[in-house]
């Protein structure tokens, strides 16, 4: 599979499969070797396949961390964060080996390029660290496009039993062609906002949110996303901006422009140091959000969060 590496070198192989037969395979010896290696290994795939590697290992699976990427990766912006990161710091001592299939057949349009991003900043967020991350992607079930994607976002693949350097290997072209326009907001209700109406902006989202159907927790979410956001734009983003709000697909859309630009690619996708004050507003919006897309440009900004109802 990969021979275990103890330096403090990155790994970051993408495994194309093309059965269950060789995902089980591939990805047990890989966890395997990393036990064997005294690596601490974690597991983030869905469901389904989180069950063929947890049956494969046997016993061995009591020393796994599994986690159902479905839910802890709902939010590909979550990702980096809230399972790799998090994981990878709570052994920062070690070399930490783990499995992340943050696409499969299934997900969305929109999701979808929040994916590839992520994909590619994995390899900016652990730059230097001593991890190995293998990505599996289904050769059967993804369309051509996102295999192509995986080709430019991972220095080597796996495929047919052999691994070998990608050609194609470029993140950040990915990250570039993926910060797109978000498109227009259909019969949206937009608010106009500056620092005196931030209060506002928040009842005006809570309002129109309850409307569409979101109560409980997911109200809350929407009302600390939507504060944490207008806030950013006041203090960061040029002091005002406009609030767009409407429903979509059985979901909330809530949508900040701001003429700010975000200039660090890791925004939001970075735990906050021991200590830190402030700086955790889009990450507080990774957390809560079933997706976040964003769009930047010298001239502005654009977030985009989606909630279930």
Same mark, same amino acid.
């Given at each position: 599979m990969t021979t275990p590496t103890t330096d403090g070198t990155f790994t970051h192989p993408a495994l194309f499969y093309r059965s269950q037969r060789e995902y089980a395979d591939r990805t047990v010896t890989f966890v395997r070797e990393g036990l064997a290696a005294g690596e601490p290994v974690a597991v983030a795939v869905p469901g389904p396949n989180l069950e063929l590697i947890r049956t494969g290992l046997g016993t061995d699976a009591r020393d796994v961390t599994f986690l159902d990427?479905?839910?802890?990766? /709902?939010?590909?912006?979550?990702?980096?964060?809230?399972?790799?990161?998090?994981?990878?710091?709570?052994?920062?001592? @070690?070399?930490? /080996?783990? $499995?992340?299939?943050?696409?499969?057949?299934?997900?969305?349009?929109?999701?979808?390029?929040?994916?590839?991003?992520?994909?590619?900043? $994995?390899?900016?967020?652990?730059?230097?660290?001593?991890?190995? $991350?293998?990505?599996?992607?289904?050769?059967? #079930?993804?369309?051509?496009?996102?295999?192509?994607?995986?080709?430019?976002?991972?220095?080597?693949? $796996?495929?047919?039993? *052999?691994? #070998?350097? *990608?050609?194609?290997?470029?993140? #950040?072209?990915?990250?570039?062609?993926?910060? @797109?326009?978000?498109?227009?907001?259909?019969?949206?209700?937009?608010?106009?906002?500056?620092?005196? @109406?931030?209060?506002?902006a928040r009842r005006f989202a809570v309002g129109r949110a309850a409307a569409i159907g979101l109560a409980g927790r997911r109200l809350q979410d929407a009302e600390l996303a939507v504060a944490e956001l207008t806030t950013n734009s006041v203090v960061h983003g040029g002091g *005002?901006?406009?609030?767009?709000?409407?429903?979509?697909?059985?979901?909330?859309?809530? @949508?900040?422009?701001?003429?700010?630009?975000?200039?660090?690619?890791?925004?939001?996708? #970075?735990?906050?140091?021991?200590?830190?004050?402030?700086?955790?507003?889009?990450?507080?919006?990774?957390?809560?959000a079933d997706l976040v897309r964003m769009h930047t440009t010298d001239e502005g900004t654009t977030i985009r969060f989606y909630l279930g109802i």
């Amino acid at each position: 599979m990969t021979t275990p590496t103890t330096d403090g070198t990155f790994t970051h192989p993408a495994l194309f499969y093309r059965s269950q037969r060789e995902y089980a395979d591939r990805t047990v010896t890989f966890v395997r070797e990393g036990l064997a290696a005294g690596e601490p290994v974690a597991v983030a795939v869905p469901g389904p396949n989180l069950e063929l590697i947890r049956t494969g290992l046997g016993t061995d699976a009591r020393d796994v961390t599994f986690l159902d990427m479905t839910e802890a990766g /709902r939010n590909p912006g979550r990702i980096i964060p809230g399972v790799l990161r998090a994981f990878a710091d709570a052994h920062v001592r @070690e070399r930490v /080996r783990i $499995i992340g299939e943050p696409v499969w057949a299934g997900r969305s349009a929109a999701e979808y390029p929040a994916c590839a991003q992520h994909e590619a900043l $994995i390899n900016a967020a652990f730059a230097g660290r001593r991890a190995t $991350i293998l990505c599996p992607y289904d050769e059967t #079930r993804l369309d051509a496009d996102v295999l192509a994607d995986a080709l430019v976002t991972h220095p080597t693949v $796996i495929a047919g039993g *052999s691994e #070998r350097a *990608s050609e194609a290997y470029d993140w #950040r072209a990915v990250v570039a062609r993926y910060n @797109e326009p978000l498109g227009p907001a259909p019969d949206a209700d937009v608010l106009a906002f500056g620092a005196g @109406e931030l209060p506002e902006a928040r009842r005006f989202a809570v309002g129109r949110a309850a409307a569409i159907g979101l109560a409980g927790r997911r109200l809350q979410d929407a009302e600390l996303a939507v504060a944490e956001l207008t806030t950013n734009s006041v203090v960061h983003g040029g002091g *005002s901006g406009t609030l767009a709000v409407w429903a979509e697909a059985g979901k909330l859309v809530c @949508e900040v422009r701001d003429t700010g630009r975000l200039t660090d690619p890791l925004a939001g996708r #970075r735990p906050p140091e021991h200590g830190q004050i402030g700086g955790r507003g889009l990450l507080l919006v990774h957390y809560v959000a079933d997706l976040v897309r964003m769009h930047t440009t010298d001239e502005g900004t654009t977030i985009r969060f989606y909630l279930g109802i």
